[in-house]
């Protein structure tokens, strides 16, 4: 068992998990607010350097982990693991932000996925990771994305 | 669990229920690295280093559909790290620096974060490439990776710019290893 304590809460637009928009250009501007505690702020020097952070957080919303999950495409069930689904063991979210500025212990971000009064676990400079987008691959979202797109297209 | 967590300020008493997170491992990641001393600081230096991450038979049936994906994000217990400051003089540095600006593995929650490129599937253990983590490492999530979301643009690195050419060649010392027994 390991025990956590939150140093931090988001303040969204999004009162609830479900207000947060699916595609990532919906959001792109939306600004929002990490409330760093007190006892944490410290930390918080030399970040506002940085363009973008590593976030960590708890879907603390979230229902009951499953092993399996339902992706918002018409692919039928996934393995948990294969996607970002809420309902996880654990049930830690993981986000990259645009960070804009910092001040008095609050941090201000953009396109962000978290609703109000998340709980921040982490916060970690983005550092970018020296992989080639050609040697990506993504299983079964890759084909349930090429389907949508194809019936957009219909 | 660190002192300071004791001396939280009220202004985050309204979160009572929020504050008590209890994570479970649903795994172990295995390793060639079984000490800290000489361990690569940054996934660039585990590029290439080959491992398995055993997944508890409870959580197996979570797998199906991992395999089409080439890269995943490992979120793991950095179990070895007991305590934190707030201000650390990181690796490649020479100058103190907050926490939250760096990666060092003693933090208010020693959550650690790897993207590895995953090599195959079996019997509920994965074999992958490019590991930066101990041997034996608590697993909490497995993640597939999406460049739309992992991978950003025009990004800035603060105090890093100079310093992220060197990560590669560079190697732990023994400064974040002297408490550990």
Request: hydrophobic share 40%; charged share 25%.
């Amino acid at each position: 068992m390991i025990q956590l304590e939150p140093i931090g809460v988001v303040r969204s637009p999004f009162a609830e998990p479900s207000d947060v928009p699916r595609f990532a250009a919906d959001r792109a501007n939306v600004k929002g607010t990490i409330e760093i505690f007190e006892t944490f702020r410290e930390g918080l020097e030399d970040l506002e350097g940085f363009s973008h952070i590593v976030l960590i957080w708890r879907f603390h919303k979230s229902e009951e982990a499953s092993l399996d999950a339902t992706p918002p495409y018409d692919v039928g069930t996934k393995g948990v693991f294969a996607t970002r689904s809420p309902r996880r063991p654990n049930a830690l979210g993981l986000s990259i932000v645009e960070l804009d500025t910092i001040e008095n212990g609050c941090v201000h971000i953009r396109n962000f996925d978290m609703a109000d009064g998340t709980p921040i676990l982490d916060i970690k400079p983005y550092i970018p990771e020296n992989i080639d987008p050609a040697s990506v691959s993504l299983g079964w979202l890759e084909e349930a994305r090429k389907a949508v797109l194809e019936s957009l297209t219909d | 669990m660190s002192e300071s967590f004791s001396d939280a300020s009220g202004s985050n008493s309204q979160y009572a229920t929020l504050m008590n997170i209890e994570l479970q491992s649903i795994g172990i990641i295995h390793t060639p690295f079984t000490e800290l001393k000489g361990m690569p600081i940054q996934p660039a230096g585990g590029a290439g280093v080959q491992g398995t991450v055993e997944i508890f038979s409870t959580y197996r049936e979570g797998l199906a559909d991992l395999g089409g994906f080439s890269h995943l994000i490992l979120l793991y217990h950095l179990h070895r790290s007991d305590g934190y400051r707030l201000r650390v003089v990181p690796f490649m540095d020479t100058v103190e620096r907050g926490l939250f600006a760096t990666r060092a593995p003693k933090r208010p929650n020693p959550i650690g974060l790897s993207v590895v490129k995953l090599v195959g599937v079996e019997d509920g253990t994965l074999q992958v490439e490019n590991l930066d983590v101990l041997d034996g490492t608590p697993l909490l999530d497995i993640k597939p990776f999406v460049p739309e979301f992992d991978a950003q643009e025009n990004v800035r690195t603060g105090w890093l710019e100079n310093a992220r050419k060197r990560v590669a060649e560079k190697r732990s010392d023994e400064r974040f290893s002297k408490e550990f027994s």
